[in-house]
């Protein structure tokens, strides 16, 4: 059985010889016929009325299931009442392929303009094929990838956000950059994230979001922390955002300073850095787990007796997370 890729006579891969023969195809249907299978290409879903309601508003003629006929006859799909679905992948492929990017535009618009009762999906078809800064546009999908999180579908909400920030102003476009590589962190996908972080890099950042990107790198780089100078830079940096204002972030990048440098068995001068750190922060308290982390991995021999005052304060009082007090 040839697989994907495998070369059949003449000399091109089965796949591109098979879209091929499905263009061809297409090619021999009526227009009404190529607009409804153009249009069901580009649909997200195979719902037979809103494919054939837009192609008729790009058609500016009604049309109806008759329309659709010839490519059910040519073997092309296979029609329901409620759905048109098309027999092979590479068919599909070969529709989209066959249209122009000013029509499948006018494609992705008349499907658009069927959704008003479904939000996420009409900025999806609103988005298509769009270039350059559309900040309403980036604004609607990144409130569609919010959406898409509260439900759990994160691959969803980590491509609404990727694609929002190529539509969005100069201005918002950092925020949405950290959004979307954090996300893609928690998701297990550090390729996107660390190719996010890159672009990141490249833009002019404020204190705090350098701070941010940091935090991200060591995200992505999960490495003991045994280089003294890498340290003092890591404390740096994390009171920094303390200073701007950021008091989770200064917490987060002084956990991965005193954690790290934990697994490493510091030196005596390089366990004090994060000891005076952790003393600067304030002293553990049972309303703030992620600060009494901080200073149990800081000094986990001098700091036990504390410590452990405030796990049992903590284990009194229910507290639970680390999100940081105040």
């Not at 719902?47 to 059910?72: F, M």
């Not at 940091?214 to 003991?224: G, N, T, W």
Request: glycine content about 6%; charged content about 25%.
């Amino acid at each position: 059985v040839a697989q994907d890729g495998d070369e059949l006579p003449g000399g091109l891969p089965l796949t591109e010889r098979l879209e091929h023969a499905f263009a061809a195809r297409v090619a021999d249907l009526p227009d009404a016929t190529r607009l409804v299978l153009l249009v069901a290409a580009l649909s997200d879903r195979d719902a037979t009325g809103e494919i054939v309601q837009a192609a008729a508003a790009v058609a500016g003629t009604p049309l109806d299931l008759d329309a659709a006929e010839p490519a059910v006859e040519a073997a092309l799909i296979d029609l329901g009442v409620d759905s048109i679905r098309f027999r092979h992948p590479l068919v599909r492929s070969a529709v989209r392929q066959s249209a122009g990017v000013q029509q499948r535009r006018r494609v992705h618009e008349a499907l658009a303009a069927t959704l008003d009762a479904d939000p996420d999906r009409r900025v999806w078809h609103r988005a298509a094929l769009m270039s350059g800064t559309h900040e309403d546009l980036a604004h609607e999908l990144e409130e569609a990838g919010a959406r898409a999180r509260r439900r759990g579908a994160i691959d969803v909400a980590v491509t609404a956000l990727r694609r929002a920030v190529q539509l969005s102003a100069p201005g918002h476009r950092a925020r949405r950059m950290f959004a979307a590589a954090e996300l893609a962190y928690e998701r297990g996908r550090p390729d996107i994230a660390g190719a996010m972080l890159r672009e990141i890099e490249r833009l002019d950042l404020e204190p705090l979001d350098v701070a941010r990107a940091r935090f991200l790198s060591e995200l992505l780089d999960a490495r003991a922390l045994t280089d003294r100078s890498r340290v003092a830079d890591l404390i740096a940096i994390a009171e920094q955002a303390g200073s701007e204002g950021d008091r989770e972030l200064h917490h987060n990048l002084l956990w991965i300073a005193a954690a790290r440098t934990w697994w490493a068995s510091p030196d005596p001068d390089t366990r004090q850095l994060i000891v005076d750190a952790a003393n600067r922060v304030g002293p553990p308290a049972a309303a703030d787990p992620r600060l009494v982390s901080i200073h149990a991995y800081a000094d986990p021999v001098a700091n036990a007796p504390k410590i452990l005052a405030c796990l049992r304060d903590a284990a009194d009082s229910g507290v639970t997370g680390a999100a940081p007090a105040g």
